[in-house]
C-alpha cells in the first residue's frame, strides 16, 4: 500500500497523534494550497474546486485536536474528494 493511501486511513481512523504536518501532507496531495490568515489561521484552498477549509494551526504542540480532525474528515467528505 502507498503512503499517502496508508496516511489517508490513519487520517479516517481519527489518531488522537494526527500531527498538522501529517494534514498538510494529505490536503497538498487533495490539490489544497495552503494560505497563511490570521494569527494561527490557516486556510487550505482546492485550486481545481475552490472548496475552503479553515483551520488553526495547533499550538504549542503540533498535534491536531479530535474535533478538528472529524471536521476536516467531514468537509472532504462534502466536497466528494473521499
Known amino acids: 500500500m502507498e503512503r499517502f493511501e496508508k496516511l489517508i486511513e490513519r487520517l479516517l481512523s481519527r489518531p488522537t497523534d494526527f500531527t498538522w504536518a501529517e494534514l498538510q ?23 481545481k474546486t475552490g472548496h475552503i477549509l479553515s483551520l488553526h494551526k495547533p ?19 462534502e466536497s466528494g474528494i473521499i
Open 25 to 47: 501532507t494529505v490536503m497538498k496531495k487533495f490539490g489544497y494550497t495552503e494560505k497563511k490568515a490570521r494569527g494561527s489561521g490557516r486556510k487550505f484552498i482546492n485550486t
Open 59 to 77: 499550538h504549542p504542540g503540533k498535534i491536531l485536536k479530535p474535533y478538528v480532525i472529524e471536521n476536516v474528515i467531514n468537509k472532504l467528505i
